[in-house]
């Protein structure tokens, strides 16, 4: 489940509480000279609150497992392309871009953009007609670049 998603669900669930807390406060107003009605609706209306409180305690760690997750992706994605440097591959300026090269294949640019993101993806040299903005394109991330 995506960080998001799991923020969503319990923001909802909130949301839920909140309108059956109000519910049972209506009903609170109509159950007036039941003596027994009304205590069933205040212990009601208490395990709601605690319902409640516990949700917002939950957005909070929902929240902080959010930005430490986060945080450990950005960890392993460093990780990965200092794992892929000692694999032999570098950062280099070819023409007016920056590609990734492996020092086996000087010739092969991958995309440094896909690179980042883990991803190897060979540069593809585009037709001389289509060679306005950039003379490869990057066939995932579709960016355009100029390595003349
Ligand atoms: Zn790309």
Not at 68 to 79: G, M
Not at 88 to 94: D, L
Request: proline content about 3%; hydrophobic content about 45%.
């Amino acid at each position: 489940m995506e960080d998001a998603a799991v923020l969503e669900t319990v923001t909802a669930a909130a949301n839920s509480v909140k309108a059956v807390v109000e519910a049972i406060k209506a009903a609170r107003g109509k159950a007036k000279g039941n003596a027994e009605a009304l205590a069933a609706l205040v212990n009601a209306q208490e395990l709601a609150l605690s319902l409640q409180s516990s949700l917002f305690e939950a957005k909070e760690q929902a929240f902080a497992l959010q930005e430490e997750n986060r945080q450990l992706r950005a960890q392993v994605r460093e990780h990965e392309t200092r794992a892929l440097e000692r694999e032999g591959y570098e950062r280099r300026k070819m023409g007016q871009a920056v590609v990734v090269v492996h020092e086996d294949h000087p010739d092969r640019p991958l995309c440094a953009t896909c690179f980042a993101a883990g991803r190897m993806v060979d540069l593809v040299e585009l037709p001389l007609v289509a060679q306005v903005v950039g003379t490869h394109i990057c066939p995932t991330c579709e960016l355009p670049v100029k390595l003349k």
